[in-house]
């Protein structure tokens, strides 16, 4: 689903494959993208029905965030790891603020005790998911992400 408003800036597509939430996120965002995208997140992973499942969340363009966006951000983060959000990777090769990005993910993610992994490109994250025990379908994710 995408959601787009006047307000927003930034964009994001999801949709959850099995047990793996997909997220292509092309920044930079504000604090409406991550209202937005909080309830999509929500109306999509809640309502599957799992208990336990991963983020692979792909970045793309200037993916950095406003500082009340991050605090937005935090705070469905929290929700999403309390209701069984086990494993975050987060994909770095179509960023163009990649270093940045991460330091800046780091530190929204760092209040939560939660396993992440930044890889430069999507196969890792498919192999690194796989291994953790999630319900891998590496056909549906990279055409996703195509």
């Not at 309502?47 to 009340?68: C, H, N, T, Y």
Request: charged share 20%; glycine share 6%; net charge neutral.
């Amino acid at each position: 689903m995408d959601i787009r408003y006047v307000k927003q800036h930034g964009d994001f597509v999801l949709t959850m494959v099995n047990d793996i939430v997909l997220v292509n996120a092309k920044g930079p965002w504000n604090t409406e993208c991550v209202e937005n995208f909080g309830l999509t997140y929500a109306g999509t992973v809640y309502k599957s029905g799992q208990l336990r499942w991963a983020d692979i969340v792909m970045l793309s363009g200037e993916s950095l965030l406003v500082p009340e966006a991050e605090r937005a951000l935090t705070e469905r983060i929290g929700r999403a790891v309390a209701a069984g959000l086990g494993q975050v990777y987060i994909v770095t090769e179509k960023s163009r603020t990649a270093a940045t990005s991460v330091r800046q993910i780091k530190k929204i993610y760092a209040p939560h005790s939660l396993s992440m992994e930044f890889v430069s490109d999507l196969d890792m994250a498919i192999t690194l998911a796989r291994t953790a025990g999630f319900a891998v379908d590496a056909e549906q994710i990279r055409a996703f992400f195509a």
